[in-house]
């Protein structure tokens, strides 16, 4: 199971670290048995790399470069391709395209889809009802914990989505 945080910066990456350090660093739990192994860093580095390539990370020097210097696109690309790595069978994404540009958005949701049609059980924490619409097959509106509307896609009655999100929203205040 993995999550992908709201926060990025302050929760997902460690900003001063290089691109790659932060790919990597979810998966060294899996390789290195114990705080005092030495990390194999050949095998760490080639998955990192290719899944920069896969999810099109921009940057100049995946190993020398700060994440920090790259854009909030690809920061969020580096915070989702840390979690890929693990091959999580449930990932939970909240807010997963929140302040990046619609060409990192549609990567972004390519690879979500990717994940969902291999198996992988995919939890979407959004405010953006129209991504929503267009990748869920299920919508859950909730207030103060509890589901109190449900609906089924692939095709959903955004009236009645928004309608209940509303409410829950009205319910909160």
């Excluded at 926060?7 to 350090?21: A, H, K």
């Excluded at 992988?120 to 009802?129: D, G, N, R, T, W």
Aim: net charge negative; glycine share 8%.
């Amino acid at each position: 199971m993995a999550l992908l945080t709201e926060d990025r910066r302050g929760d997902g990456l460690l900003m001063s670290e290089t691109i790659l350090t932060n790919l990597t660093l979810a998966k060294m739990a899996d390789i290195v048995p114990s705080s005092f192994s030495v990390v194999p860093e050949k095998g760490l580095e080639k998955d990192g790399r290719e899944i920069a390539a896969a999810l099109r990370i921009r940057a100049h020097d995946l190993d020398r470069q700060p994440v920090r210097s790259v854009s909030g696109g690809n920061q969020q690309k580096v915070v989702l391709g840390k979690w890929l790595l693990r091959a999580p069978r449930a990932l939970i994404l909240d807010e997963p395209t929140r302040g990046i540009d619609v060409g990192a958005k549609a990567e972004i949701y390519t690879q979500i889809q990717s994940l969902a049609r291999g198996g992988a059980a995919i939890l979407i924490i959004a405010s953006e009802f129209e991504e929503l619409f267009g990748v869920c097959d299920r919508i859950l509106a909730m207030a103060h914990g509890e589901i109190v509307a449900e609906f089924s896609g692939p095709v959903f009655d955004r009236k009645a989505v928004l309608a209940a999100a509303m409410e829950t929203q009205a319910e909160a205040s």
